[in-house]
C-alpha cells in the first residue's frame, strides 16, 4: 500500500513570496490534516479535511494560509505572502475510522520543508 | 483543553540499556494517547495508541507503554536499546473518539551510544 505522498521535499523562498505545497493521502482514506512543525516543537494541526469539507482550521492562520482539497483525494496547503517565521516542516497526514477502533490511526507525509529567507 | 508535557528534551542511553521516555497529559475527559516516531528527515510513524482497552500496550519495534490514569502518565519503554532506536519521539493526546485531534509535545530525542 503506498504511503502519504507530499512534494516538493524542499522549498527555499524570499520573504513576501508565494509557495504551495501538494499532499495526496493514502488511497480510501477520507480524513487528512495539515500540520505545521517548527524546528524542536511537536507538530501542530493547521486544518483539518473530512473528504472536501473543512472541519477544523482554527489554527490556521487565514490572512496569508489556505488550504483546499477538491474532490476529496489531494489537498494543497498555500502561504501568500511568506514570513520569515513559516519556516518550518509542512507534514500532511490521512487517516481512515475502522470501526471499533475507538478513534483512527493517522499516517504521515515526509513532509516538505521550507526556508523563508 | 489537552495538553501534552515531555521531560527531557534529550534522552542518552548505551546499546541494551532500558529506553524510558517520560510523557504527561492533561484532558477534561477519558484521553486517547499516542507515540510517535521520528527519524531524519521523514515523517511520523506510529509506535502504539491507547484507546481505554488494556492499560499496557505493546506497540512496535519492542516498545511498549502504561496508561496510569492517577498519575496523568504515558510513558514509552523498552527493555534494551538498539542503535537503530536513536530518533525522536513525540507523545499525543486527543479527546476526540472517531476522528482525532491530535496535540503533540515537544518531543524527546534519544541518542543511542554503542
Known amino acids: 500500500e503506498a504511503g502519504v505522498a507530499q512534494s516538493p521535499r524542499y522549498k527555499i523562498i524570499e520573504k513576501r513570496q508565494s509557495v504551495a505545497f501538494w499532499c495526496n493521502p493514502i488511497?480510501?482514506?477520507?480524513?487528512l490534516y495539515w500540520y505545521q512543525q517548527i524546528l524542536g516543537q511537536g507538530p501542530k494541526l493547521l486544518i483539518q479535511?473530512?473528504?472536501?469539507?473543512?472541519?477544523?482550521d482554527s489554527q490556521l492562520p487565514k490572512d496569508r494560509f489556505s488550504a483546499e482539497r477538491l474532490k476529496g483525494v489531494d489537498s494543497t496547503l498555500k502561504i501568500q505572502p511568506a514570513k520569515l517565521e513559516d519556516s518550518a516542516v509542512y507534514l500532511c497526514?490521512?487517516?481512515?475510522?475502522?470501526?471499533?477502533?475507538?478513534?483512527?490511526?493517522?499516517?504521515f507525509g515526509p513532509g516538505t520543508r521550507l526556508t523563508v529567507l | 483543553a489537552q495538553s501534552v508535557t515531555q521531560l527531557g528534551s534529550h534522552v542518552s542511553v548505551s546499546e541494551g540499556a532500558l529506553v524510558l521516555l517520560r510523557c504527561n497529559y492533561s484532558s477534561s475527559v477519558p484521553p486517547y494517547l499516542f507515540w510517535y516516531v521520528q527519524y531524519p528527515n521523514q515523517g511520523l510513524q506510529l509506535l502504539l495508541k491507547?484507546?481505554?482497552?488494556?492499560?499496557l500496550v505493546k506497540g512496535i519495534n519492542g516498545f511498549e507503554a502504561e496508561f496510569k490514569k492517577s498519575e496523568t502518565s504515558f510513558h514509552l519503554t523498552k527493555p534494551s536499546a538498539h542503535m537503530s532506536d536513536a530518533a525522536e519521539y513525540f507523545c499525543?493526546?486527543?479527546?476526540?473518539?472517531?476522528?482525532?485531534?491530535?496535540?503533540f509535545g515537544k518531543g524527546t530525542m534519544l541518542l543511542v551510544s554503542p
Open positions: 497526514a490521512s487517516s481512515q475510522l475502522i470501526r471499533g477502533s475507538g478513534t483512527d490511526t493517522q499516517y
Open positions: 491507547y484507546t481505554s482497552a488494556a492499560t
Open positions: 479535511f473530512q473528504n472536501n469539507g473543512v472541519v477544523d
Open positions: 499525543a493526546v486527543s479527546e476526540n473518539s472517531g476522528y482525532s485531534t491530535l496535540t
Open positions: 488511497s480510501g482514506h477520507a480524513t
